[in-house]
């Protein structure tokens, strides 16, 4: 995975991802984290077009967060700096990155992270 080919609010996502796995002292980084985030970022685009597809979006958040609490945890803090990522995370995001060339886009950005 190259970051230099995400956009700054993809990278954040992610960023976010990590930090809600430590919070939530789960051992691995799953799709839930990212969708999580996805649903979460301020001014994001994702939350933007579930409003546009009339989804409810706090129903959606919470039944996100809801598996998100059903997920493992481990005792003691969850280190960032030894993030392991899922399989289905790294397939989701190698996902995305395809995505991102078939739609000819430079950047990988939140939509292809939600597609991916």
């Not at 886009?105 to 597609?115: F, G, I, M, R």
């Amino acid at each position: 995975m190259n970051l230099d080919i995400y956009t700054n609010k993809s990278k954040e996502a992610i960023q976010s991802a990590q930090q809600l796995m430590s919070q939530n002292h789960n051992p691995q980084l799953e799709q839930i984290h990212l969708l999580v985030a996805l649903l979460e970022q301020e001014d994001g685009l994702i939350p933007q077009l579930l409003k546009k597809m009339d989804v409810t979006l706090e129903s959606f958040r919470a039944a996100a967060r809801a598996e998100l609490q059903k997920l493992p945890g481990v005792s003691g803090s969850v280190s960032l700096d030894q993030v392991q990522a899922d399989s289905s995370v790294i397939s989701a995001l190698n996902a995305a990155e395809d995505q991102a060339k078939a739609m000819k886009d430079e950047y990988v950005s939140v939509e292809h992270l939600l597609l991916g």
